[in-house]
């Protein structure tokens, strides 16, 4: 590929800073401002409430003893390169593929700065019905399950669309 347009497509990566900035801040607005395990209500169905995970996804490996600190961040650190380098060499056309890419890349570094700097993942918005919660999570973990359902809608529509249209 050529340089120019890897310029152009390296754009697309401040929708990755963007992510990090804003996950980095309201994380920041959750430790100053949350007592740790207090949920304060917002909605019927909906809290902040300050968490640590120092496992992955759901607590994942959360009590495996510290190595899993070093662990997720070497699986998160390969993941950003590799996502870098996608990012950079997809088609000017493939735009949601792009931006689905650029949500997952933010967001992992945004809790590899965290489980580097901290050990631990900041977690707040806790979604509940009843007595039943679901696992607390932050905007990185939203940015990333965002981009992974986006990647879905690329792979099983709109991938078929580009090929059709390119034949």
Do not use: C
């Not at 120019?4 to 754009?11: G, K, T, V």
């Not at 996950?23 to 917002?42: E, M």
């Not at 990647?151 to 090929?163: C, N, P, V």
């Amino acid at each position: 590929m050529k340089m120019a347009a890897m310029l152009r497509q390296s754009r697309w990566l401040l929708i990755s800073a963007v992510i990090v900035a804003l996950d980095l801040w309201t994380k920041s607005l959750a430790v100053a401002n949350l007592d740790y395990a207090q949920p304060v209500t917002l909605l019927p169905v909906l809290d902040f409430t300050l968490l640590y995970n120092y496992g992955a996804a759901f607590s994942f490996l959360s009590t495996a003893g510290g190595w899993q600190r070093w662990l997720f961040t070497f699986i998160a650190l390969s993941v950003s390169v590799v996502l870098v380098i996608w990012i950079l060499r997809l088609d000017r056309k493939e735009q949601w593929l792009t931006i689905s890419l650029a949500l997952i890349l933010g967001g992992a570094v945004g809790n590899l700065y965290d489980r580097m700097t901290l050990g631990y993942v900041v977690d707040f918005i806790h979604f509940h019905w009843n007595n039943r919660y679901f696992p607390a999570f932050n905007i990185a973990d939203a940015a990333i399950s965002v981009g992974a359902v986006m990647m879905l809608i690329d792979a099983f529509w709109l991938q078929k669309r580009r090929e059709a249209a390119s034949s």
